[in-house]
């Protein structure tokens, strides 16, 4: 079996629990269109808060490169990807349990949301452990669910996620740069 055969063997099997249970369809719908306004606000929120000084400033820098990681990887490099890289999503080639609208104008590879959720996953993650869990948790979550709804082949997603760490990792490397010189 060739790699893009197992991609649609594991998007079929993803795909294809669709439709068959109200209650998960729902959960997939919100995962794949609307938990990214909460999980954005709850980190907004960190921006805020903090027991001491030291702790506020470390909090600004984690939502700061947070987002700046997200935006990058969403808004520049999987972007730029839709120019080399037009794959038809699989609603527009195949059979599918499509769930969500979508107007189906971008390239399918690499997903966008993949890509904003793991790089913002990541940086929070490099800067709280435990809350880096939750986002990683929730960047998976989204991603899977972009694949239930009939929207992404899981390369997709999976490529996303690969430049959503990436870009995390090197807005980190670069955070931690300028807070090293400054310190000196």
């Known amino acids: 079996m060739?790699?893009?055969g197992i991609d649609?063997?594991?998007?079929?099997?993803?795909n294809g629990m669709a439709g068959h249970w109200v209650k998960l369809d729902y959960l997939g719908i919100y995962l794949a269109s609307y938990v990214q306004y909460p999980l954005v606000g709850a980190l907004l929120i960190y921006f805020f808060i903090g027991k001491d000084r030291r702790e506020k400033i470390r909090n600004i820098f984690m939502v700061f490169g947070a987002l700046a990681a997200a935006l990058v990887a969403r808004f520049v490099v999987a972007t730029s990807f839709y120019y080399f890289f037009i794959r038809l999503r699989p609603f527009m080639t195949e059979i599918v349990n499509q769930l969500i609208p979508y107007d189906g104008a971008k390239s399918s590879f690499p997903s966008g949301h993949a890509s904003f959720f793991f790089a913002l996953a990541t940086v929070?993650?490099?800067?709280?452990?435990?809350?880096?869990a939750w986002f990683l948790a929730a960047a998976v979550l989204i991603s899977l669910a972009r694949v239930y709804v009939g929207v992404h082949y899981p390369s997709d997603v999976l490529a996303g996620a690969i430049i959503g760490i990436l870009v995390g990792l090197l807005v980190c490397y670069l955070l931690n740069l300028y807070q090293n010189k400054k310190a000196h």
């Open 2 to 4: 060739t790699l893009l």
């Open 8 to 14: 649609y063997y594991l998007f079929q099997q993803i």
């Open 124 to 132: 929070v993650y490099l800067y709280n452990k435990k809350l880096g």
